[in-house]
């Protein structure tokens, strides 16, 4: 999940539980790389859009505000994921407490989502800098 190189634990990611169980590495949010449930942002970027959304991503100012909004909701979630790294039980959330999750359950699930969050920011830049690219040449 890492630099274009897959980081393991005893078989497990870092964005499955039992990774942090057995004593995995906590990644700092730089090394977390941009994937959707472990693999590569795939080529379609309609993943990330409802049908509605999806009408207007020809429109360069709808897609940059998408951006805008991607990367203030990644800044959330690396927000969240450092509060999981330093509270340790005590950032738990109530539903953690209540379901009985863990620590390793809210590492890996709050990794996943700035893992997630990441790959919809690289895949709208990179739709963005299409436009950016027919818009000079004219």
């Not at 990367?71 to 009985?100: C, H, M, P, Q």
Request: proline share 5%; glycine share 10%; net charge neutral.
């Amino acid at each position: 999940m890492t630099g274009g190189r897959e980081i393991k634990h005893q078989g497990y990611d870092p964005g499955h539980p039992w990774y942090y169980k057995l004593g995995g590495r906590i990644l700092p949010p730089d090394e977390i790389t941009p994937s959707i449930f472990g693999r590569d942002v795939p080529a379609g970027i309609e993943i990330f859009f409802t049908r509605k959304d999806l009408r207007h991503l020809d429109d360069p100012d709808f897609v940059r505000k998408k951006i805008e909004e991607a990367e203030k909701t990644l800044k959330e979630y690396i927000n969240r994921y450092l509060e999981v790294i330093d509270g340790g039980e005590d950032a738990l959330s109530a539903g953690d407490k209540l379901f009985g999750f863990g620590i390793e359950t809210a590492l890996s699930l709050t990794l996943s989502h700035v893992s997630y969050q990441k790959a919809q920011v690289k895949a709208l830049k990179k739709l963005y800098a299409k436009y950016d690219i027919q818009l000079s040449l004219f």
